[in-house]
């Protein structure tokens, strides 16, 4: 399992995370052998950007580090799995944040679990 922070994902699960164009890069790390390696990926990241901007979209604006390589996002407002062919699937939610404030902070569509539940705390 691998387990690393995202800049953006796409609701098929690519994974923009190495650079921001026309910033300063020192290189892109070990992120790319991570996420091709065939693991489990889960991407913890907000929700949205410190403007408020949507990081779940429908499409990755950055430069992409995988494609359709994360399983799960982790926010500190839900759970999302990945489905590669289907997109997004809600199956987890904080506590105090309800379904329409994920569906405003993520711009792309996702489908609800039969089986939603409260996120878990440790």
């Given at each position: 399992?691998?387990?690393?922070?995202?800049m953006?994902?796409?609701?098929?699960?690519?994974?923009?995370?190495?650079?921001?164009?026309?910033?300063?890069?020192?290189?892109?790390?070990?992120a790319?052998?991570?996420?091709?390696?065939?693991?489990?990926?889960?991407?913890?990241?907000?929700?949205?950007?410190?403007?408020?901007?949507?990081?779940?979209?429908?499409?990755?604006?950055?430069?992409?580090?995988?494609?359709?390589?994360?399983?799960?996002?982790?926010?500190?407002?839900?759970?999302?799995?990945c489905?590669?062919?289907?997109?997004?699937?809600?199956?987890?939610?904080?506590?105090?944040?309800?379904?329409?404030?994920?569906?405003?902070?993520?711009?792309?569509?996702?489908?609800?679990?039969?089986?939603?539940?409260?996120?878990?705390?440790?």
């Amino acid at each position: 399992m691998t387990m690393l922070g995202g800049m953006q994902v796409s609701q098929y699960g690519d994974l923009a995370n190495w650079m921001i164009p026309g910033k300063l890069v020192k290189g892109m790390g070990g992120a790319m052998d991570l996420v091709g390696g065939g693991n489990r990926v889960i991407v913890l990241m907000t929700h949205t950007s410190k403007k408020g901007e949507p990081k779940i979209l429908a499409q990755c604006q950055l430069p992409l580090t995988g494609y359709r390589v994360v399983d799960m996002i982790i926010t500190e407002k839900c759970v999302f799995k990945c489905d590669k062919h289907e997109g997004l699937i809600l199956t987890e939610i904080a506590e105090g944040v309800d379904i329409s404030d994920i569906a405003k902070t993520t711009a792309c569509s996702f489908k609800i679990s039969e089986n939603l539940k409260p996120m878990a705390q440790i």
